[in-house]
RNA sequence: GGCGAGUUGGCGGAGUGGUGACGCAGCGGAUUGCAAAUCCGUGAACAGGAGUUCGAUUCUACUACUCGCCU
């Protein structure tokens, strides 16, 4: 059986962009193509790589992952068949994939091979790849066990000015990195940000396109695809990683993961499963549109409606 | 038909004689290594008319509707 996943996919590459200046896709320049969750990127890509080839690189952190691939609409059988893929499926769902770990894996594909067309949804490491980032060291494993036991207010004594403006100081995420940062380094994580590495690869050196799905056209397609996976087996994939079950690995924070785990043991209503994951994937695709929004003003905007993809894409 | 309980924003759910928690959803935003994470901001309601009162969402009776028990 063709999974049905691909399918929606590919309508969605055949669906497109109208009103839109057609965007030229230089052959041998480095393509990146971000979007929100069930735009079509992948299938875009794809659509790319047919017509000249290319690398997929997977830019989605949690599609890295091992474990619950259909659940993060990880490119099926059908799609890898159609072009090379890399960096999905990439991590043990068990461990600890991080941007940094995401640059070093990503940096081969830059530097010879064929032509990378880097493909994903989270903003913080698109914006990385083509800004650049401060070289901080990655957090060890005991320090993060560390900085894990410590509430706000024990940490934040420990940072210094510059930084605690810096930084959202209500956001405990935030604070337990510039805590680390300041334990591993001894200086302040705003000193750190004064300081960046060139870009892996500039913005200038690459075609950069993100993809403007509206609201209204993007929900339906979410709620589509939710089901689309249930019928690709996504409680399976979930009966599958239940022995292994851990709620505080990154990987089991894939939207719906957790109510799919609920589901099985006979605490959650499939109607509410649903219901859950589409609305949580909802909020996740209008953070990623925020962050698209305000940080990726300067690339090329590809506005979804219904006009044939090809014509929006010169290829 | 009788008795009892209830009726608060889109939903759930507190509470008070002097304009009304909180949670969820919605909407907006932030975000330099856990980012499908984390965080910030925000509109909107007291079933209906009547009485008591300086003033009622909060008190009183009534009407409507809902739920339960009974005949």
Known sequence: MTPPISDLCLCAAQLSMKDSPMIAVHPEKPVIIAGPTASGKSALALHIAKAQGGVIVNADALQAYKGWPILTAQPDATDLAKAPHVLYDHAEFDASFTLGDWLRDLAPYLTGGPRPIIVGGTGLYLSTLVRGISNIPETPPALREQSSALDLEAMIP??????????????????????????????????????????????????????????????????????????????????????????????????????????????????????????????????????????????????????????????
């Open 158 to 315: 420990a940072l210094d000015h510059e930084t605690r403006a810096l930084i959202d100081l209500n956001n405990p995420r935030r604070v337990q990195r510039a805590w680390e940062v300041q334990q591993m380094t001894g200086e302040g994580m705003a000193a750190w940000h004064q300081r960046r590495t060139p870009p892996l690869l500039p913005a200038q050196d690459a075609t950069c396109i993100v993809i403007d799905a509206p609201k209204d056209w993007l929900t339906p397609r979410i709620e589509q695809r939710f089901d689309l996976m249930m019928a690709a087996g996504a409680l399976d994939e979930a009966r599958a990683m239940y022995p292994n079950w851990d709620p505080d690995l990154q990987s089991s924070k894939a939207i719906g993961a957790r109510w799919m785990i609920a589901h099985i043991e006979g605490q959650m209503p499939k109607d509410e499963v649903r219901e859950r994951t589409i609305v949580a994937t909802r909020q996740y695709a209008k953070r990623q549109r925020t962050w698209f929004r305000s940080n990726m003003a300067d690339w090329q905007s590809l506005p979804i409606s219904s006009t044939n993809l090809s014509t929006a894409i010169t290829c």
